[in-house]
């Protein structure tokens, strides 16, 4: 029935009614999406952001192997934007990213007090405050929240409002340095490739070293996680690299043997020959 009813309406139309129905469907998250003291904070927060780094550049840091083939060290003077678990490479980097961002609700959930720890402003998810409400007796802020949402494929210039995921953290983060003014977004360790196949946003359990990531403790043995979409992936690369050059702005992809092939490609010791 499903399949005769998407035959027979024209595309436009189709597309109408599926937005539609997505937005009805995210109504009842709307109020306090928007007036929960948290999220008016963040939309305070994040107004405060709006276009404050026209003319830089900041690096968008992934996760995958080839940071190991990455000389970090270049990035300690830059500004970057570290994702999901980068912290565990703190230690062995002897910085710091300079935020991070993370909206998977598995990871979230399973290292809510590691990231709260974190001395570094965060931006993540609405949907995981729930893990926070004892944010208080941790030693620093309320994150910063975003309102993402799986449905409703866009590019937000503006991130104060809705947030469309495109099955990827790098793609809310692409969002985030649009809507803080960066020129150029650089990113690295986006290797848009894994080992672990399967069907997409399928939840797994690990069930021993994680070989898609930096480290083999990523995604160790018992962590809960999705396999990757990498074909929404890709659609919201297009909507960043088309909202980027509208605007005037690039974005660059110097990761070692990355395999996407959205962005322009640009070879990572190149960028610091100043």
Same mark, same amino acid.
């Given at each position: 029935?499903?399949?005769?009813?998407?035959?027979?309406?024209?595309?436009?139309? #189709?597309q109408t009614v599926k937005n539609t129905y997505d937005a009805i469907r995210r109504l009842p998250q709307v109020p306090a999406a928007y007036l929960h003291p948290w999220r008016r904070e963040s939309i305070r927060r994040l107004a405060a952001l709006k276009d404050t780094r026209k003319g830089q550049r900041a690096f968008i840091i992934g996760n995958g192997p080839s940071l190991k083939q990455t000389d970090l060290t270049k990035l300690?003077?830059?500004?970057?934007?570290?994702?999901?678990?980068?912290?565990?490479? +703190?230690?062995?980097?002897? +910085?710091?990213?300079?935020?991070?961002?993370?909206?998977?609700?598995?990871?979230?959930?399973?290292?809510?007090?590691?990231?709260?720890?974190?001395?570094?402003?965060?931006?993540?998810?609405?949907?995981?405050?729930?893990?926070?409400?004892? =944010?208080?007796?941790?030693?620093?802020?309320?994150?910063?929240?975003?309102?993402?949402?799986?449905?409703?494929?866009?590019?937000?210039? &503006?991130?104060?409002?809705?947030?469309?995921?495109?099955?990827?953290?790098?793609? =809310?983060?692409?969002?985030?340095? +649009?809507?803080?003014?960066?020129?150029?977004?650089? #990113?690295?360790?986006?290797?848009?490739?894994?080992?672990?196949?399967? %069907?997409?946003?399928?939840?797994?359990?690990? &069930?021993?070293? %994680?070989?898609?990531? +930096?480290?083999?403790?990523?995604?160790?043995?018992?962590?809960?996680?999705?396999?990757? &979409?990498? &074909?929404?992936?890709?659609?919201?690369? /297009?909507?960043? /690299?088309?909202?980027?050059?509208?605007?005037? /702005?690039?974005? #660059? %992809?110097?990761? =070692?043997?990355?395999? #996407?092939?959205?962005?322009?490609?640009?070879?990572?010791?190149?960028?610091?020959? /100043?």
């Amino acid at each position: 029935m499903k399949q005769t009813f998407t035959t027979l309406l024209p595309s436009s139309l #189709l597309q109408t009614v599926k937005n539609t129905y997505d937005a009805i469907r995210r109504l009842p998250q709307v109020p306090a999406a928007y007036l929960h003291p948290w999220r008016r904070e963040s939309i305070r927060r994040l107004a405060a952001l709006k276009d404050t780094r026209k003319g830089q550049r900041a690096f968008i840091i992934g996760n995958g192997p080839s940071l190991k083939q990455t000389d970090l060290t270049k990035l300690k003077n830059e500004f970057t934007f570290g994702m999901n678990r980068i912290y565990l490479m +703190f230690p062995e980097l002897g +910085f710091t990213t300079s935020c991070l961002v993370s909206i998977n609700d598995l990871v979230i959930e399973q290292c809510a007090h590691e990231m709260a720890a974190l001395k570094i402003p965060k931006f993540l998810a609405w949907r995981s405050h729930r893990h926070f409400k004892n =944010v208080e007796r941790l030693t620093f802020n309320v994150p910063t929240f975003l309102y993402t949402t799986y449905t409703g494929p866009k590019f937000s210039t &503006d991130v104060r409002g809705r947030v469309w995921e495109g099955a990827t953290v790098t793609n =809310v983060t692409l969002q985030l340095a +649009f809507h803080m003014g960066f020129e150029q977004v650089i #990113l690295i360790g986006v290797d848009h490739n894994f080992a672990s196949k399967g %069907d997409a946003n399928r939840t797994v359990v690990s &069930d021993g070293d %994680d070989p898609n990531h +930096f480290s083999a403790a990523y995604f160790g043995k018992g962590f809960r996680w999705q396999l990757p &979409d990498l &074909d929404t992936s890709e659609i919201g690369y /297009r909507f960043a /690299r088309q909202a980027y050059e509208s605007a005037g /702005r690039e974005v #660059l %992809d110097a990761t =070692v043997g990355g395999k #996407l092939t959205i962005f322009k490609k640009v070879d990572y010791n190149s960028l610091f020959q /100043r």
